[in-house]
T-cell receptor, first 112, second 115 residues
Framework: QKEVEQNSGPLSVPEGAIASLNCTYS??????FFWYRQYSGKSPELIMS????GDKEDGRFTAQLNKASQYVSLLIRDSQPSDSATYLC????????????FGQGTTLQVKP | DAGVIQSPRHEVTEMGQEVTLRCKPI?????LFWYRQTMMRGLELLIY????????DSGMPEDRFSAKMPNASFSTLKIQPSEPRDSAVYFC?????????????FGEGSRLTVL
């Protein structure tokens, strides 16, 4: 079992729709969770972090965390073509908090 | 402020040659990470340093890979000898311990092609 799992996609949504990206992780002791966005040919950039169960909203982005289910998600409301990118879920290792483990990423395509 | 600076941006070399990748972290950051990204394996952590000291090198694939951080503003990742399977994009990232170490700032990456 991979430590951090994501559906590779591509996930295709029409402009203006809600895009839902999901991630599961295996380390039950993990405490910190992140979403990074990576445009093609570019480096990853942090867009959201979440540390406690529930929802965290930032503009059009909402991160959701359920530690009991070991599940993290990212919702993008009013999706724009500029949101088309690969979204990487990342989780801190509980036994080694400096260690950040990334999922394979989900490619999102927002069609005009 | 300057971000994380990596060099070279692109490197094409032949199998068996030595490759050295360089990184300058953001000033004040005390964590430095080396990641490798391929289509097949995604983004893999190779090694990370805290205050110039290697903390976890369990991701370094084999003895051909080595990394150093002689001071707070410079790190190298060396591959000797290089092999075609080492072809990947190598990212350096840094963060600071007063924040959460998951909030990484990545360089633009070094794209390595080994022929």
């Amino acid at each position: 079992q991979k430590e951090v799992e994501q559906n590779s996609g591509p996930l295709s949504v029409p402009e203006g729709a809600i895009a839902s990206l999901n991630c599961t992780y295996s380390d039950r002791g993990s405490q910190s969770f992140f979403w990074y966005r990576q445009y093609s040919g570019k480096s990853p950039e942090l867009i959201m972090s979440i540390y406690s169960n529930g929802d965290k909203e930032d503009g059009r982005f909402t991160a959701q965390l359920n530690k009991a289910s070991q599940y993290v998600s990212l919702l993008i409301r009013d999706s724009q073509p500029s949101d088309s990118a690969t979204y990487l879920c990342a989780v801190n290792s509980s036994g080694n908090t400096g260690k950040l483990i990334f999922g394979q990423g989900t490619t999102l395509q927002v069609k005009p | 402020d300057a971000g994380v600076i990596q060099s070279p941006r692109h490197e094409v070399t032949e199998m068996g040659q030595e490759v050295t990748l360089r990184c300058k972290p953001i000033s004040g950051h005390d964590y430095l990470f080396w990641y490798r990204q391929t289509m097949m394996r995604g983004l893999e952590l190779l090694i990370y340093f805290n205050n110039n000291v290697p903390i976890d090198d369990s991701g370094m694939p084999e003895d051909r890979f080595s990394a150093k951080m002689p001071n707070a503003s410079f790190s190298t990742l060396k591959i000797q000898p290089s092999e075609p399977r080492d072809s990947a994009v190598y990212f350096c990232a840094s963060s600071w311990s007063s924040g959460n170490t998951g909030e990484l700032f990545f360089g633009e990456g070094s794209r390595l092609t080994v022929l």
